[in-house]
């Protein structure tokens, strides 16, 4: 009698979910790759460690509490979302919701750093709470797409302006006609700049890891040969978390952030997030093959409440919103499935946190091209605006304009909303609209015609 046949290895359902550990083998890599991988994501997003603070620096931010807490915020990120979500997606603070801390609020708004901060705050308790309710589902599906793509525009196009302004490309027309004119081309920060962007160009497109990061440093180093300004710390120090009383840690004020003119900035804040994380971490899990039969995100909730707690510790550590990186994709690209890519992620920014004399080693010029490109990419969201509903993309395009053109994010939004409530009432399109929408316009058109705006 022939003997029975074991029983075939347990091996998991094609929809797998959430585990007490990686099961790296299971969905189709290895612990060597996602480590590669791991490593890969680390690299391609390190450049922001020397970004953040150095647009924060601008706004009255200690930079080296500033070095601190990026690295600290993309640890604690990346680390929830590998160990507890399970996915290879990276956090860190989001260059395009820093500038608009530094530039917006507090540069702009005249807002001190930490009611900034508490800000920040706010809007991580009003994220985390419709990521776990899933109100956050429910503004994307009812949200204009046109707003929500033209504010990612116009967010490029204000990172281009600042960083262009900054090394001197552009430079404030003291003259009659337009605001702007053309800088010192010849100049030093002007040139490096422009041959940095074009040196990133050509290293992300032959997809050399860490293209960025080699950029900024091979900047720095030209600038510690012959600029004066630029001048070597050393290269490790223990983690000071801001001394002198300047530390940044538990620093918010929340009570000076629940002001009738702040809270507009704070669901700006909070309405950019849901648009921009939201959309990095379903292109990201896409790509890693985590999306079940329905094309939900496998632990989609766990991924969208990581990302939006992170911005709360990210407040308290003295830093900016944290969100999805989309450098994520190359660690994604080099194998990376599971949670373990965005561990070694994290385990990276902890480890960084020793090399902070780093950040005062790097000038403006080298930060630029990093600036400029991620701005630029930010640009491809145009492509997204389909023409076939003409209201809502050039609702969409008005509102990416005068960001950039009123230097207020808040103002563009507001700008957008309106003329899309108003162009679907004129072109008979009403039942386009829903309550939402409709809302969100009226209560920002108030507060502009009220007065109110700052």
């Not at 700006?268 to 849901?274: D, F, H, K, R, S």
Request: proline letters at 5%; aromatic letters at 6%; charged letters at 10%.
């Amino acid at each position: 009698m022939p003997r029975a046949r074991p029983p075939p290895p347990h091996r998991p359902a094609a929809g797998w979910r959430h585990t007490t550990h990686f099961q790296c083998t299971a969905r189709g890599s290895s612990p060597r790759q996602e480590t590669l991988a791991g490593l890969t994501t680390f690299l391609a997003m390190v450049y922001s460690v020397f970004v953040v603070p150095s647009m924060l620096g601008k706004a009255g931010f200690d930079t080296s509490s500033v070095f601190i807490a990026v690295c600290l915020t993309s640890a604690f990120g990346s680390l929830l979302m590998g160990l507890w979500a399970n996915l290879p997606i990276a956090v860190g603070c989001a260059i395009s919701l820093t500038a608009f801390t530094a530039f917006d609020l507090v540069l702009g708004q005249g807002l001190s750093p930490a009611v900034a901060l508490g800000a920040i705050f706010l809007m991580g308790l009003i994220f985390t709470a419709i990521s776990i309710t899933g109100v956050r589902t429910w503004i994307l599906r009812n949200l204009p797409a046109g707003i929500a793509h033209g504010t990612g525009v116009g967010i490029g196009l204000f990172l281009l302006l600042i960083a262009a302004s900054e090394v001197g490309l552009v430079a404030r027309n003291p003259g009659p006609g337009l605001p702007v004119s053309l800088g010192a081309l010849n100049a030093m920060p002007a040139l490096l700049s422009i041959l940095g962007l074009a040196a990133i160009f050509g290293l992300e497109r032959r997809r050399v890891p860490g293209g960025i990061l080699i950029v900024i440093l091979a900047l720095s180093g030209i600038g510690l040969a012959v600029d004066p300004a630029v001048r070597f710390h050393g290269l490790f120090a223990m983690p000071s978390l801001g001394a002198g009383g300047s530390s940044l840690i538990g620093a918010l004020d929340v009570g000076g952030a629940l002001n009738a003119l702040v809270l507009p900035s704070v669901l700006a804040l909070v309405m950019t997030a849901v648009f921009d994380a939201t959309g990095t971490i379903r292109a990201v899990a896409a790509q890693a093959g985590q999306l079940d039969e329905q094309g939900h995100i496998i632990n989609g909730g766990r991924a969208l409440t990581a990302d939006s707690v992170s911005s709360i510790a990210s407040s308290v550590l003295g830093g900016a919103p944290a969100a999805a990186y989309i450098e994520s994709a190359a660690g994604t690209a080099a194998g990376g499935k599971t949670g373990l890519t965005a561990t070694i992620v994290g385990l990276g920014f902890l480890a960084l946190v020793f090399l902070s004399p780093l950040a005062a080693l790097v000038p403006p010029y080298a930060t630029a091209p990093a600036l400029m490109y991620v701005g630029l990419l930010m640009l491809g969201g145009v492509r997204k605006l389909s023409m076939d509903d003409s209201v809502d993309a050039l609702a969409g395009m008005l509102c990416a304009v005068f960001i950039v053109l009123t230097c207020n994010i808040v103002t563009g939004i507001m700008l957008g909303f309106t003329t899309l409530v108003i162009g679907r009432v004129f072109a008979g399109e009403i039942r386009k609209l829903n309550l939402g929408t409709v809302a969100i316009a009226a209560a920002l058109a108030a507060f502009y015609l009220g007065g109110w705006a700052i």
